[in-house]
């Protein structure tokens, strides 16, 4: 079974500052079947990328997905107030996986 | 637009059943896989189960396979989690989640399942 590894747990940056975050897959994974979600306090998920790449609709473009080997990043290019929250990896493979989610919060 | 509403959550004693819903409405309900996703308090999210665009074929967490059933009834664009024998462990929010190829496009706002004696 593939496990996602999520870094840093908690990233504390300002607004306008560049975010960049880690899923790292125990296996070789395909890229199709990798996604990232933003999860806000009270709310549920929203998907903001799937084939590790592909933004979903409505999805600003400063957010960016891209991958390294079985490394997964996500980026987002300048920060906004309403970008700080809980971001999670999630992998399609025998089942549904989840990474253990990156709290992202205002420096 | 694409809506998801949750019901049928709330307070059941350790072993006991409850069976929840989802009515979907601004797609086609019938062409889409429905799965269920939960989370705990304060944890991340877990994967349930997921339900064919036709309920053909169903797939489970190997933590829940035997103890919980999902179905559609397409008539009633609707998706259903039976949870039998219930746990404490199982108290979370239950999301109802639409299938979006290998990922989850769009999420109820969730139900709350507390498992308390």
């Known amino acids: 079974e593939i496990v996602l590894t999520q870094s840093p747990g908690t990233l504390s940056l300002s607004p306008g500052e560049r975010a960049t975050l880690s899923c790292r897959a125990s296996?070789?994974?395909?890229?199709?079947?990798l996604g990232w979600y933003l999860q806000k306090p009270g709310q549920a998920p929203r998907l903001l990328i799937y084939g590790a790449s592909s933004r979903a609709t409505g999805i600003p473009d400063r957010f960016s997905g891209s991958e390294s080997g079985t490394d997964f990043i996500l980026t987002i290019s300048r920060l906004q107030p309403e970008d700080f929250a809980v971001y999670y990896c999630q992998y399609y493979g025998r089942s549904y996986t989840f990474g253990q989610g990156t709290k992202l919060q205002i420096k | 637009q694409v809506h998801l509403v949750e019901s049928g959550g709330g307070v059941v004693q350790p072993g006991r059943s409850l069976r929840l819903s989802c009515i979907a409405s601004g797609f086609t309900f019938s062409d889409y896989g429905m799965h269920w996703v939960r989370q705990a308090p304060g944890k991340g999210l877990e994967w349930m189960a997921v339900?064919?665009?036709?309920?053909?074929?169903?797939y489970y967490s190997d933590s829940v396979k035997g103890r919980f059933t999902i179905s559609r009834d397409n008539s009633k664009t609707t998706v259903y989690l039976q949870l039998n024998s219930l746990r404490e462990a199982d108290t979370a929010t239950y999301y109802c989640?639409?299938?979006?190829?290998?990922?989850?496009?769009?999420w109820g706002q969730g139900t709350l399942v507390t498992v308390s004696s």
């Open positions: 296996q070789s994974v395909s890229s199709s079947y």
């Open positions: 339900v064919s665009y036709d309920g053909s074929n169903t």
């Open positions: 989640v639409r299938g979006g190829g290998y990922s989850f496009d769009f």
